[in-house]
């Protein structure tokens, strides 16, 4: 049997995520993941690709929002939601409506990152499209990449870890849905599926960047698992490891445990 065998949250894009026993599902992806998002001084993200330092800023869920945490800075607050003013950010090709969250959290990030930057919020009336080519039916999403929802089974990061001469942990991938009871890589050819009661469809399988090779302990780079990966999860140039997901407006909750079942299988996909 299939189960959901954990669920992810990245509150802020870029920083270390959370692990959840259950999670609210939205449109645009799970409750708090990826409404917060810092830019750099013309309103563009930021990313580990380029301030890996980034992986080691904690945070935590509280009851009233937010508590993010690095090393030798007193905590930060950030309540849910945000009053300041309104901007527009860039996330890769898109633009999408965001909200400035206060000075006193943008002068925080900056002294902890070393670099100049300011934290926003993405409101509900913010609306940023998932690629048209890929969605089932006007889907949308928060600051992740491009897709609410990224899927991997634990049977894939195992096969992978059989060729690597030393292990990677899950969340070098940062997966929002982690399922087992699978075959390796048995999630690329999933299209439309059920966790607990909440239908899904993956849409498109994950192409990989070097985020994956950034120890999200320590910050510390090398070359794989891209290396390793390369040489046999390759294809059109691009190294793909996991499943993009949207959601289908079923259900409204997962939690670990769930099970999951397949109900259609995209048959144009072969598994590398």
Known sequence: MLTLSAIYIYPVKGLAGISLSSSLVEERGLQYDRRWMLVDDSDTFLTQRKFAQ???????????????QAR???????????????????????????????????????????????LVYMPDYSVRPVDSRYAVAHNYVSFADAYPFLLISEESLADLNTRLEEAVPMNRFRPTLVVKGATPFAEDTWYQFRIGECLFYGVKPCARCVVTTIDQETAGKGKEPLKTLASYRQREHKILFGQNVVFGREGSQIKVGDEVVIEQLNEKVVVL
């Open 54 to 68: 980034m992986a080691l800023l904690k945070v935590k869920l509280t009851d009233e929002g937010l508590l993010v």
């Open 72 to 118: 030798g800075k007193t905590d930060l607050p950030i309540p849910f939601g945000a009053t300041g003013d309104k901007l527009r950010v860039t996330v890769w090709d898109d633009t999408c409506e965001a909200i400035a969250v206060s000075k006193a959290s943008d002068q925080w990030f900056s002294e902890a990152l070393g670099i100049s930057c300011r």
